[in-house]
């Protein structure tokens, strides 16, 4: 038995209704680090607003790494925080007062030496966050960089808000903390991911029954 009209058009509307409202853009509009660096690995130094579009480099230096090490998941470039020494790196980005926010990035620490302890600072929004990375415990290498994903969950308070990616490393470090894979979308309202789950379960039912009278 195959699904009427109005069973499709119910599901239709369903996907039509509550998938816009559950998958959103990325916020962050070079999430993965895109640079003019044409080689295994860039150096940029503080003040830089141009080398990363979107991004301001800030403190020493940071190291956009293209081939040189395991890219994160999804692909794109990564961030070491600690270039010739440790650095940051900012964007601002445009979001609806109230409203409230996920930032995800993928985390990781750069093999090669210093303190095995990678240690990044996270301000985003007015919310400050210490994430580390022990390369030791690990055991990342330059083909496996044992990503971890990060989370962190902030409300905007304007239309315009900041994010920045600090390093804590000591001043005169060249092995930092790694980032990848930047993003911020809106935390979906309760109410939308009901609806969300409602609409899967009735296209659940259908299929079932599909199934069964198939047989």
């Known amino acids: 038995m195959f699904m009427n009209h109005k069973a499709l058009a119910l599901c239709a509307a ?70 010739l020494g440790a650095g940051s790196i900012a964007t601002s980005f445009g979001t609806t007062n109230g409203t409230e926010y996920t930032l995800s990035f993928e985390l990781s620490g750069n093999p090669d030496g210093g303190d095995p302890i990678k240690t990044v600072e996270v301000d985003v929004g007015g919310v400050t966050q210490i994430f580390t990375f022990d390369t030791s415990a690990a055991g990342n290498t330059l083909s496996d960089m044992k990503w971890v994903l990060e989370t962190l969950t902030f409300t905007a308070s304007g239309t315009i808000t900041n994010l920045k990616f600090l390093s804590l490393d000591a001043s005169g470090s060249d092995y930092g903390a790694v980032i990848g894979n930047v993003e911020v979308v809106p935390v979906p309202e309760p109410g939308t991911l009901a609806l969300f789950g409602a609409g899967l379960l009735v296209m659940g039912v259908y299929a079932r029954r599909k199934t069964r009278g198939a047989s």
């Open 14 to 83: 369903l996907a039509a209704g509550v998938l816009p409202g559950v998958a959103h853009a990325n916020l962050i509009s070079n999430g993965n680090f895109s640079s003019a660096c044409g080689s295994s690995f860039c150096t940029y130094n503080g003040g830089d607003s141009t080398s990363i579009t979107g991004w301001t480099v800030g403190g020493s230096s940071v190291d956009v790494i293209n081939t040189y090490w395991q890219a994160p998941p999804g692909g794109g470039s990564s961030v070491d925080l600690d270039g």
